[in-house]
């Protein structure tokens, strides 16, 4: 018969034999975890569930609606649209109908597919997606190759949004620290914002990985994404 304390070991949880309480995991580790990924648990999840929760509060209150994307996205999609560099750590695979698929490295593109085609004759739509992103990253401190990504768009603005977006992204990440830097006028890693450029804000306590929040505007809109785990990671 297995020894359970042994099997527990095995599996990367930390354990204390004298222990009879619970564990106290926030972040469950074990050998068939793929790297890169993660199994958050208890206050971990909970910190996390709360900060989206709060993020979903702030936008709707500035009148914007949630919408849910699938994962599993065709690859084409994000063909010239994400960059060489992102499009080489793309997860794509085959289904059974030989088709191109991939899982979404981000969701902008998705959205650009929608103004042309759902959204072509509304003006100033806004909207939020919360969506898990897949990158073939090195995984070190900040960076994952599964990780959440809270999306903010403006298909068709009939206005200059860029204010309005920078006071949105302010008071989310204001939800959990005030050490932050704002670059309106960086270079961005992602073919489709005009002429190449976009903000960024950056969180200097995570060092290398310190890009919490990136966007710009886009052919059909303007909008932008922020890390919800690199977020927690400033607190």
Not at 71 to 96: C, L, R, T
Not at 182 to 206: H, S
Request: include cysteine.
């Amino acid at each position: 018969m297995h020894n359970p304390v042994q099997t527990i070991l095995r599996l990367g949880f930390s354990f204390y034999k004298k222990s009879k309480k619970k564990l106290n995991v926030m972040e469950i580790k074990t050998e068939l975890t793929y790297k890169g990924t993660r199994i958050l648990f208890k206050e971990t999840a909970k910190l996390k569930r709360n900060l989206i929760n709060k993020m979903i509060d702030i936008l709707e209150s500035y009148g914007y609606e949630e919408m849910m994307i699938p994962v599993i996205q065709k690859s084409e999609i994000f063909s010239k649209k994400v960059g060489d560099e992102n499009q080489n750590m793309m997860y794509n695979f085959k289904d059974a109908g030989d088709r191109n698929l991939c899982l979404a490295p981000e969701y902008t593109a998705v959205i650009q597919t929608l103004v042309k085609d759902r959204f072509k004759f509304d003006k100033d739509v806004k909207l939020f997606y919360i969506g898990e992103c897949f990158r073939g990253e090195r995984p070190q401190s900040g960076r994952w190759r599964q990780f959440t990504q809270f999306g903010v768009e403006i298909l068709n603005p009939s206005k200059d949004y860029s204010d309005e977006l920078l006071e949105i992204a302010k008071k989310m990440i204001e939800l959990v620290t005030t050490n932050y830097e704002v670059n309106l006028d960086v270079t961005r890693g992602l073919d489709y914002y005009k002429e190449g450029k976009g903000f960024e804000i950056a969180c200097p306590a995570l060092g290398a990985a310190k890009q919490i929040c990136g966007g710009g505007a886009y052919d059909g809109g303007i909008g932008m994404g922020l890390g919800v785990d690199r977020i927690l990671m400033c607190k």
